[in-house]
């Protein structure tokens, strides 16, 4: 099937040509830099606490990189995030029915706000930046009827379950790797390799018999079901609830997925990618943390390595283009 | 086949209006809910104050008009960015006297011009998404301004003329709605009339079909990025002498509205075709729902749902683009084939 180039197995692609070539170098080059900072980076302590406070723009960024794959964008994940949020903070409660109630709710949510955003977008035709961007009001909207002001109660199990580390290993690296994993069940079946096809030419895809609209739709579903856990693990980390807390989430992931070798016209890159490229992203203002850099630099600076980035991405991509013949 | 239609200058008028028409019908139909509610709503003298406000949004969506009619994904998330940066260094030169106008415009509009140029540099001849690429450049400007101002508030106030300007009236009418309609008129022939206004379509409608033309497509491209930076330097300076002062974020709040009120105005966000009197009404459907939704006091949330659901609904009626399940009711959603 055209456009759905998908390898299966490994080998034949040199690793020089693989879509994870250059975040992971970015990556490698920022943990350098910041180890050389911040001594004791790789301290178990240190590896655990930076990976439970980054993994909420990681597991955002993984649920956007799958939508930009099918050829879409949303910019409500963020504003998602805070309804998700507000749910958790509104519902839960002492009692245990009371919490499985409230993640219940809160997945149903989620799942809602990704059926909504592809109906719009894949079935009313609407283009997804303008949809979700209308979107992204309402779901702000009901997570501040549901919490005006910031604050509220969640039960601290999430929070002590959050911060729980078996052996080694912590459990948000746990979440990710599970992440991680149902996206590699998923992209090795018909819905990913569909996801792929559609996001790299809808017509041609169309052409060969997928149902372009419900590839896309799907998409948004599975998106969102990372943003449930993005939003999970930010409620855990900050145990209330805050309608404005996930604002940052929806551009930021955008950057992560860019830098993350994505690219934005979709059907080309690596989910993976885009979780190293949130993890780039977070690193550096913890970089710009220990580098003693002023604060008031930091949203400079951060700008600054996106367009680096995504300068090397695309200088790095020219030619292997022309290599691969394709 | 039906008989072929003939473009008679009415229908041909009419295609061309009938959009912005809608937009307008729709304002007017906001005016009259309002009015119903409180009588003050429709009075002529608050209807002026809401185009007044409407007018700032509406400089900023012209400099995101320009750069999405050129087309290939075109968008420029720096306008609030630029116009921020346009009030702070235009109060900066001002110092609050009006013998710096000249020289403030001057500065306000070569770095308008040189941010919008190096969005132009990366989107077009390095071929980077506009998406990102402008998001980046509003965070490297947002913290330029940011460490220019050391985080603190910019004190530096507007002058006596600019807040004239901005603020004062002329027989009763707003000079900002004034300045408005000189734009909107001026946008009209350059854009319809002017070689450059008929490249920028051509270039957004077909690149190839442009190119064959002898239109230097990268060239022009980097060229519309950077009359947009200069539009949204410019328009700062506007917003500095309305509200008097100049602040970090002075600018933000536009940038998604000004996609919004494009699109709401019936431009298609792939590029090539829409108006200014187009962007002229989605901006003031956008001013007027949202005075709307405080007059009826339901606060900040219930305003967020309606506002949501009523761009979802605006984009349903007449922003809808092409799909590959073209051609079916909902796109084929009853349909059962499987995916």
Partial sequence: MKGARVSRGKGRVPIRDSALFLPLLIFVLIVVVNALVQPGLFRPRIVRSNTASFAPLILVAAGQAIIVLSGSLDLSVGAGMSLINCVFSAMMHESATSSALALLVGLAAALGMGLVNGLAVAYLRLPSLIATFASSAIWFGIALLLRPQPGGFVTPWVSSFYYLSVGPVALPLLILAVGLLGWHLVKRRRLGRYIYAVGSNEEAAYDSGVDASRVKLWAYVLGWAFVFLAAFAVTAQMSSGDAYMGNPFTLNSVAAVVVGGISLAGGKGKVLGAMLGAATLSLVINVIYYANVPSVYQEFVKGSIIIVALTLTILYRRPSRRAVGG | ?339
């Avoid at chain 2, 004034?178 to 002017?194: Q, R």
């Fill in chain 2, 1 to 339: 086949m039906g008989a072929t239609r003939i473009d008679t200058p009415g229908r041909l008028l009419w295609r061309e209006h009938s959009k912005a028409l809608a937009s307008f019908g729709i304002v007017a139909l906001l005016i009259a809910v309002g009015g119903a509610i409180s009588s003050g709503f429709a009075s002529s003298g608050h209807i002026l104050m809401l185009v007044k406000t409407g007018a700032f949004l509406g400089f900023l969506s012209l400099a995101q008009l320009i750069v999405i009619v050129s087309g290939n994904g075109g968008i420029d998330l720096s306008v609030g960015a630029v116009a921020s940066v346009g009030a702070v260094v235009g109060a900066a030169v001002l110092h609050g006297n009006d013998g710096n106008i000249a020289a403030s415009v001057a500065v306000v509009a070569a770095l308008g011009l040189a941010i919008g140029l190096a969005n132009g540099l990366m989107v077009s001849f390095l071929g980077l998404p506009p998406l990102i690429v402008t998001l980046a450049m509003a965070s490297v400007v947002n913290g330029s301004i940011y460490i220019y101002s050391k985080g603190l508030a910019v004190s530096a106030t507007s002058s006596p003329f600019l807040k004239l300007v901005s603020n004062g009236t002329a027989l009763g009418i707003p000079n900002a709605i004034l300045v408005w309609v000189g734009v909107t008129a001026l946008c009209g022939l350059v854009l319809k009339y002017t070689k450059t206004g008929i490249k920028l379509y051509g270039v957004g409608a077909n690149e190839t079909a442009a190119t064959l033309k002898g239109v230097k497509v990268p060239l022009f491209r980097f060229w519309v990025y950077g009359v947009s930076g200069l539009v949204s330097a410019i328009s700062g300076l506007l917003l500095l002498g309305y509200i008097g002062t100049a602040f970090l974020d002075i600018g933000s709040r536009y940038v998604l509205p000004s996609v919004a009120a494009v699109t709401i105005g019936g431009v298609s966000i792939q590029g090539g075709s829409g108006g200014y009197l187009q962007v002229v009404a989605g901006t003031l459907v956008l001013t007027v729902l949202g005075a709307l939704l405080v007059s009826l006091q339901t606060g900040e949330a219930g305003r967020q749902i309606v506002l949501g659901l009523v761009l979802l609904l605006l984009l349903a009626i007449y922003g809808r683009q092409h799909s590959a399940n073209r051609g079916r009711f909902l796109g084929g959603l009853f349909r059962t084939r499987r995916a």
